[in-house]
């Protein structure tokens, strides 16, 4: 490839005499980010015969690291072991930097250990390197060597150390950065605060993200700075917060660019934000915005979560230039939505316009499998997966163990996480969340305990999960017990999840005024989910009085949905209070709420069909309802047999008492 673009573009630079002359075009090439032109200028360089010098390897070896190619990279590394630069600082931190942007951590770390002298310059390449790889145990080594070794830290070595930190756990270390950053005095650098905004978002500090924001001088505030705040909002799904802001923004006189925009319209993702989705995308297209291709797939992506599929199509469809991400977004909409014959439909276009899937749109379908229960297809997909490599990859195999559990095949499941070569903490969390899901309950804790002694630290979704195995249990004592654990031993902040959960078990298991209890001291505001399943535990146990108050909380927060007027008309029927029940219905009426009528989607074929009730509109509804009737009478008469089996076996085993419905037999 590399020859036949050499010889169309050779005549252009025949010329080129010096080597300051290719230095320049090699600039010029990388800095219009034609880095495979640049790589193919400096072949043609050397077979004209023309010695590299101190200039030309940094050039180049950023070529190489944009192109992630190790090949490249060690070829041009070759050529520098063989000149006189071989020990140049500025030419071997350039080296070390085009390992790093490859993956090749290993080696980049080898030239690092092998130069005989290192400035400011080497160690930030290897540690920003480092962060942007996401490993952060080592950039917190590397950084103690370079205080240990007496390197004085710059500015961008706190934004290198900034974004390597991440997690909640990670809020004490980044504090202690910011700390350090104040002491050192690069504070004042606006490019720092701007990464300790986004950092402290990332480790869910907002209100430390809003502090750095306005302690930053208004004089220094730039449009990047208004965006890391907006994209921490986003990060939390803060959408009214993140338009406030950009109001704010607007109102201070900046003009907003295209991250600006897909910050806000990333922090729109349920359909009570739609109208403010439609006003981001309006005013993208006011800005100009609407043509960038990453602003469409975001669009798609908006339109979908909203539960508004029709516009991502549109949007979709009316693309000029379609990418992978863009088929992906269109795909993962449908398929989160529970549309899987339009996502296949849509895959199968996707492959024969020539675009390859990756695993991003792959992960989408074993996604809409699970939520779907579709197993037929999600056996399908695994087996694509498989035959287009990408069998062995790890959020492939933790997908595929989501999947399988939720459609209720636990064997498969299980087969997928003991053949895995490699097992993280969502391999375990999937397993135990799965097992949870089918009933077994041990199973979910084994699990568990077997995590954690093999040292594997469980993250809030990990506790979520074995809360929720202990609440479908119904194991109260140790749910409790790995509450205790969660927050004492693993120092883990529980969130409304969590507590939800734990005021279900409590509330399931008959303590409903321990939960009501719960539910009112819990730091977080308790949503919808957490009155409804108080309201359901109520509902089981006939008690009218803590039900009544959890009704109203839900009448309140959603006037419109029918469920808890159900439930509290239930309620109060199963203690026989009438005249409660004619008030809810009263209610209902009066709020105008609607009860819309159940749904069930079966697969056959890979094709959905909904059923509604009471709807038999179906083309073969009368050949269906009427074999359902025949198993309907079938399992009647099985359930009468079954009972007379049943008091045939009392009677014979179960030793009669001497009264006068059972007279004893005279010798």
Known sequence: MIKATVSSISHQFSNLSTVSQWNYILREAVNQFKYQKAIVLYSQMLQKGMQPNRLTFPIIAKACGKVGSIRYSEIVHGCVVKSEFSADVYVQTAMMDAYVKCGCVTVARQVFDKMPERDIASWNALLLGLAQLGVGDQVLLLFKQMRVEGIRPDSVTVIGVSQSVKGREGVRVLKAVHCFGIRIGVDIDVSVSNTWVSSYAKVRDLDSAEKVFHGINPVFVTVVSWNSMIAGYAYFHKYLKAVSFYKSMLYDGFKPDSS??????????????????????????????????TILNTLISMYSKCDNVNAARRIFDNMMNKTCVSWTAMIGGYAEKGDLDEALTLFDSMEATGVKPDLVTILNLISGCGETGALEIGKWVEKYAVLNGFSNNLMVSNALIDMYAKCGSLKEACEIFHNMRERTVVSWTSMISGCALNGEFKQSLTHFHRMLELRIKPNHITFLAVLQACNHGGLIEKGQEIFNLMTKVYEINPELDHYSSMADLLARGGKINEAFDLIKTMPVEPDVGVWASLLSACKVHKNVEIGELAAHQLFEMDPQAAAPYVEMANIYASVGRWDGVMDVRRLMKTSRVKKFPGESVVQVNGKSFKFTVEDRCHPKGEVIYEVLDGLALQLKDESDLSNLEDCVYHEQCVPRHHNALYPTQSA
Do not use: M, P, R, Y
Not at 268 to 290: M, S, V, Y
């Open 260 to 293: 600006t925009i897909l910050n806000l319209l990333s922090s729109i993702n349920q359909h009570e934000a739609l109208f403010h989705g439609g006003l981001i995308h309006c005013h993208g297209i006011k800005t100009g915005c609407d043509s960038d291709v």
